[in-house]
């Protein structure tokens, strides 16, 4: 036998039944493979949705959700000093989740709105002009607008006896109300 005998010697196909069903069992493994993906992923992003807080969607970076601002109406206060004669002008934005948040607190907008003028009259103009009397402000009013939706805010202890604030070891649930941010603070 020579070389081109050879290579006409190779094995010829058995036949169309064989040919068939090889890519019946090809098609049945990649139908398996997509499933197995699809459905092994599926499951697993949803235990790990479920296992990942709520605050989880407030990520930083190129897969964040961008966030959405409820502004508040400026208000005008009078504040606690001696004699009655200062008042402040203060401008709150909130940070939410996402507009469903922000349409449940705009429903309680006028009880959250009562609140921090009331937070606000509470304070002396010595107080609210330092950060740490903004940053107490803030959180009184994150309280107050987290309240009507159920929600809790971690609270300060009352001070030590070496005259430090300690916070509370309990954990707070999740809150959709993120932060309270101002966007004008005038003390006269």
Same mark, same amino acid.
Not at 175 to 183: A, E, H, K
């Given at each position: ?6 290579a006409?010697a190779a094995? @010829?196909?058995k036949g169309?039944? +064989?040919?068939i069903m ?7 493994l990649? &139908?398996?493979a997509a499933?197995?993906m699809?459905?092994?992923r =599926?499951h =697993?992003?949803?235990e790990? /949705?479920a ?5 989880a969607h407030?990520?930083?970076g190129?897969d964040a959700?961008?966030? +959405?601002?409820?502004p508040? /109406?400026n208000?005008?206060?009078?504040l *606690?000093? *001696? =004699?009655?004669?200062?008042?402040a002008q203060i401008?709150?934005t %909130?940070?939410?989740?996402d507009?469903? +948040?922000?349409?449940q607190?705009?429903a309680? %907008?006028? =009880?959250?709105?009562?609140a921090? %003028? $009331? $937070?606000?009259s509470?304070?002396t103009?010595e107080?609210?002009l330092t950060r740490?009397? @903004? !940053?107490? $402000?803030?959180r009184?009013i994150l309280? !107050?607008?987290s309240?009507? %939706?159920?929600?809790?805010? !971690?609270e300060?202890d009352?001070?030590a006896?070496?005259g430090k +604030?300690?916070?509370r070891s309990r954990p707070v649930a999740f ?9 004008s603070?005038? &003390?006269q």
């Open positions: 036998m020579s070389a081109p005998a050879a006409d094995p @010829k196909p169309k039944k +064989t040919l090889g890519v019946v069992a090809v098609l049945l990649a &139908i398996a499933a197995w699809l459905l092994g =599926g =697993g992003d949803e790990e /949705e296992a990942a807080p709520p605050a407030a990520k930083k190129k959700l961008p966030p +959405t601002y409820l508040m /109406e208000m005008v206060v009078n *606690a000093d *001696a =004699g009655g004669e200062k008042f401008g709150v %909130l940070e939410v989740m507009q469903k +948040t922000a349409d607190v705009k309680h %907008l006028p =009880g959250i709105r009562s921090v %003028l $009331l $937070l606000a509470q304070r103009s107080e609210l740490d009397g @903004k !940053e107490k $402000l803030a009184d309280r !107050e607008a309240h009507p %939706l159920g929600y809790e805010v !971690e300060d009352p001070p006896q070496d +604030t300690r916070r809150n959709p109300i993120y932060r309270v941010l101002f966007s603070f005038i &003390i």
